[in-house]
T-cell receptor, first 109, second 113 residues
Framework: QKEVEQNSGPLSVPEGAIASLNCTYSDRGSQSFFWYRQYSGKSPELIMFIYSNGDKEDGRFTAQLNKASQYVSLLIRDSQPSDSATYLCAVGGTYKYIFGTGTRLKVLA | DVKVTQSSRYLVKRTGEKVFLECVQDMDHENMFWYRQDPGLGLRLIYFSYDVKMKEKGDIPEGYSVSREKKERFSLILESASTNQTSMYLC????????????FGPGTRLLVL
């Protein structure tokens, strides 16, 4: 069974700090990786995707991929209370994604 | 903007009823998906479709069926609803090869009594 693992949290960070969210995956052949944000009672919305080893930045968000170690991470700089949500890691296959169970982030004002 | 809509936000049904959940996308996407999401279990794939009239079982297809007669519409059917099918149901769509981003609908919260 191919798996995607995330720490369920909650991860609590003070406002303005960097939040670091991590995800590991088991299928070494995976090629595409996604981070979704999900507010309580809402559907997931895509934050970033990354395909290549290294860092990808978009505003306050940075995705990091290390295929050799089979992990992908999301950094949120200058965290805001509005960033408080559950963050889902997903690993893409030919047709299907495999989702982690999510990490709940709480940004404390 | 990609738009994925679902027929209901909230639904209450009785055990044994036949339930239809509909999903429509407006971006001519080839691939469509049905998930359910439960606390502690994350998103689990029920069925997906990569073309009209094509369907593939996901990880938890038991108790469900699907229909895709038109490209924009993907329906999830609970033939005989049971209480363990109380959940949040999420539809998603994605364009074909070369486009990986998957877009979600707003979700349907189903309660089976």
């Amino acid at each position: 069974q191919k798996e995607v693992e995330q720490n369920s949290g909650p991860l609590s960070v003070p406002e303005g700090a960097i939040a670091s969210l991590n995800c590991t995956y088991s299928d070494r052949g995976s090629q595409s990786f996604f981070w979704y944000r999900q507010y309580s009672g809402k559907s997931p919305e895509l934050i970033m995707f990354i395909y290549s080893n290294g860092d990808k930045e978009d505003g306050r968000f940075t995705a990091q991929l290390n295929k050799a170690s089979q992990y992908v991470s999301l950094l949120i700089r200058d965290s805001q209370p509005s960033d408080s949500a559950t963050y889902l890691c997903a690993v893409g296959g030919t047709y299907k994604y495999i989702f982690g169970t999510g990490t709940r982030l709480k940004v404390l004002a | 903007d990609v738009k994925v809509t679902q027929s209901s936000r909230y639904l209450v049904k009785r055990t044994g009823e036949k339930v239809f959940l509909e999903c429509v996308q407006d971006m001519d996407h080839e691939n469509m998906f049905w998930y359910r999401q439960d606390p502690g279990l994350g998103l689990r794939l029920i069925y997906f479709s990569y073309d009209v009239k094509m369907k593939e079982k996901g990880d938890i297809p038991e108790g469900y069926s699907v229909s895709r007669e038109k490209k924009e519409r993907f329906s999830l059917i609970l033939e005989s609803a049971s209480t363990n099918q109380t959940s949040m149901y999420l539809c998603a769509s994605r364009a074909g090869q070369g486009s990986e981003t998957q877009y979600f609908g707003p979700g349907t919260r189903l309660l089976v009594l």
